[in-house]
Nanobody
């Protein structure tokens, strides 16, 4: 059974950092794309970043480019999202998701592409 679990959220002051983890079980990352999404209260879900489990190519939303870094440890079947220079507008529930495929680009931030989803973790950035 494919399972994803996101953790590592918390409360941080603006300008601070957090590292989220997405632990996967039931499948190997090779051949899959893993994405991070977020949803703020009252807003639509937004694709944040994605990474290829095959070649580690990455893509970022403009809103986080230069501040967030996505990485993968295939030995641990875990994807990380290092979030630096956090802003209050980064406050949201962050979730990870996966789909079988090699494409990494703008469309891989589209939630409809993803088949497997994990529960989210809350990130709150205070001003």
């Amino acid at each position: 059974e494919v399972q994803l679990q996101a953790f590592g959220g918390g409360l941080v002051q603006a300008g601070g950092s957090l590292r989220l983890s997405c632990a996967a079980s039931g499948f190997s990352f090779v051949g899959y794309a893993i994405g991070w999404f977020r949803q703020a209260q009252g807003k639509e879900r937004e694709g944040v970043s994605c990474i290829s489990g095959s070649d580690a190519s990455t893509y970022y939303a403009d809103s986080v480019k230069g501040r967030f870094t996505i990485s993968t440890d295939n030995n641990k079947n875990t994807v990380y999202l290092q979030m630096n220079s956090l802003k209050p507008e980064d406050t949201a529930v962050y979730s990870c998701a996966a789909y079988y495929g090699h494409y990494i680009g703008p469309y891989s931030l589209n939630a409809d592409e993803y088949r497997y989803w994990g529960q989210g973790t809350q990130v709150t950035v205070s001003s």
